[in-house]
């Protein structure tokens, strides 16, 4: 058991006997409850992100580009030449 889980365990041990002061300040049950709305909202916030990420469509495909069934690395069926200012002389 390393250090950190002993201080935690003896921390625990401490507060399960009910000794704590007046002066200790402890999360109880409101500071579950908020962190348990925290991860109720993110869940639904999560699913709805999902939902708008599914209606977006697919980026429609570039001018000159083959659709899926054309192999990669074959060259495109309709190549114009280069213009004439890109040509390598």
């Known amino acids: 058991m390393t250090v950190t889980a002993a201080a935690v365990l003896a921390h625990g041990a401490e507060l399960a006997k009910g000794t704590v002061s007046n002066n200790d300040v402890t999360p109880g049950v409101l500071g579950f409850l908020v962190v348990a ?14 939902r708008h990420l599914r209606k977006i469509p697919p980026p429609p495909p570039e001018e000159g580009e083959e ?3 054309v192999p ?3 060259p495109p069926v309709n190549a114009s ?3 004439r200012g890109d040509r390598a002389e």
């Open 72 to 74: 990669p690395g074959s």
């Open 67 to 69: 659709g899926p069934d």
């Open 81 to 83: 030449p280069a213009p």
């Open 37 to 50: 709305g925290m991860g109720i909202i993110l869940y639904f916030l999560l699913k709805s992100m999902n």
